[in-house]
Every structure is written in C-alpha cells, then in structure tokens.
C-alpha cells in the first residue's frame, strides 16, 4: 500500500498498529497525517513550532491510543484531525495558564496599615454614600453589583423597562462619584 494512495485502508493501518504495534503502517500513517495535521494547525493560527510540535504529538497519540479508533463512529482523518484540534486547544489553554515559575510563592506580604486604614475609610464612606441614595437607585446599583446582575437580568426580575434600569443606575453612579470625591 502507498501511503499517498487515494485508496488506502487507513482503518486497516490503524488496525495494525492497534494490534501488532506494526512500525510500517505508522510510517504510512505519519507520512499521510502528519503534514496535513501541521497545515491544518498552521491555518488555524498556530506558528510553525507550535504546529510541528503538536502534529507530533498527534501522532503519538495516534500510536498510543490506537485502540480508542473505531472505525464504525469516524474515518481516521476525523479521528485524528479532532486529536489535533483537541492538541491545539490544550496548546492555547497551557499558553494562556502562567508557568509556575512566574507564580509568587510563599505568604502575601503584610499590608501597609495605611492602606488598610485608607481603604477601611474609602468602605465605610462608599456605605454612607450607598445609604443616601434613593430607593429606588440603590435597590438596582445593589442587584447590579453586589447580585452580579446584567441590566437585561435586572429588568427581567424588576419588570422594569431595560432603558430605565440604566437611567437608574447612570444616575445613581453619577452620585457616588461626587459623593466620594
């Protein structure tokens, strides 16, 4: 069989390296996979590096997890263009994730008791300035960020229209701000 042949057996090659560990038919299979794999991943935006080093992985997964085929669910190009895919959104997520290196390590330091003091201060003047608002505006400024609430999820529960649950609010934040400045 020619690896590049349009009619290869590729279930039939996978089938060899799930049974036999056959070296030859993962041959044929890198030959085939691995090139199309690195294409695929450099089209989704992933660099050169990245893409070789993920097409490999790919085919080690191909080798290692070759009893996990079946050939009923999905040919083996899907099987392995969904490793690859999978391969690239654990690239992304690593690359995203900071290195354990950069993770500070041991006890926070102790904070100023300035700041403490400072920031106890800002709180209990934020309370009093929440505290003067009307009802109304305070009631929507408490469900948008202490409930977490969007505006459209306020004007659900309220019954409210969306449009003055946002006059509300501006309004009521437009107070704070002068109340603590």
């Given at each position: 069989?020619?690896?590049?042949?349009?009619?290869?057996?590729?279930?039939?090659?996978?089938?060899?390296?799930?049974?036999?560990?056959?070296?030859?038919?993962?041959?044929?299979?890198?030959r085939h996979f691995a090139p199309r794999v690195k294409a695929f991943l450099m089209k989704s935006g992933a660099d050169a590096g990245l893409a070789e080093e993920c097409a490999q992985d790919v085919m080690a997964t191909l080798w290692q997890k070759a009893h996990l085929f079946d050939p009923a669910r999905a040919s083996v190009a899907t099987w392995v263009f969904t490793i690859a895919r999978n391969k690239r959104i654990d690239a992304l997520r690593k690359a995203r994730r900071a290195e354990p290196e950069d993770l500070p390590w041991g006890p926070e330091p102790e904070p100023d008791q300035a700041e403490v003091l400072e920031a106890q201060q800002e709180t209990d003047k934020l309370g009093q300035a929440l505290a003067q608002l009307p009802e109304k505006q305070r009631a929507l400024i408490e469900?948008?960020?202490?409930?977490?609430?969007s505006h459209s999820e306020i004007a659900t529960e309220t019954g409210l229209p969306?449009?003055?649950?946002?006059?509300?609010?501006?309004?009521?934040?437009d107070r704070l701000r002068q109340q603590m400045s």
């Open positions: 069989m020619q690896a590049d042949n349009v009619e290869t057996d590729w279930a039939a090659l996978v089938q060899r390296v799930r049974d036999h560990q056959d070296k030859a038919a993962f041959a044929a299979l890198f469900r948008a960020f202490y409930g977490d609430l969306l449009g003055t649950i946002k006059s509300r609010i501006r309004l009521a934040l």
